[in-house]
C-alpha cells in the first residue's frame, strides 16, 4: 500500500521553537544511528561474514532513515520559514 502525507497551514497553531528543538532532536538521533549502520555496512568483516539478508536489511535501514532524515529537515527548513 502507498505512503499518503497531509499538509496543514501551522502558522500561529504551533510553538515554533519548541517544534525545531524536537525536530532537532529527532534529527541527532537519526544522524547518529545512521552513522552507526554505515559504519557497520563499511566494515569488510561484517558485510563478508554476516547473513546476506541481515546485510540487506541493514542497507534497507540506511536507506529507510536517509529518506526519514531528508523529510524532517525538509519539515524543520518550512517550520523555520513560518
Known amino acids: 500500500m502507498g ?3 497531509i499538509l496543514i497551514p501551522l502558522a500561529g497553531l504551533i510553538d515554533k521553537e519548541a517544534e525545531l528543538k ?3 532532536k529527532e ?3 537519526l544522524h547518529k544511528e545512521l ?3 554505515t559504519a557497520k555496512l563499511d566494515n569488510p568483516k561484517f558485510t563478508e561474514r554476516a547473513p546476506a539478508e ?3 536489511k541493514e542497507r534497507q535501514r540506511v ?3 536517509s ?3 531528508q523529510q524532517l529537515e ?3 527548513a518550512r517550520i523555520r520559514a513560518i
Open 74 to 76: 525538509a519539515q524543520a
Open 3 to 5: 505512503e499518503m502525507q
Open 67 to 69: 529518506a526519514s532524515l
Open 27 to 29: 534529527l541527532e538521533k
Open 22 to 24: 524536537r525536530l532537532n
Open 54 to 56: 541481515i546485510v540487506e
Open 63 to 65: 536507506a529507510d532513515m
Open 35 to 37: 552513522a552507526k549502520c
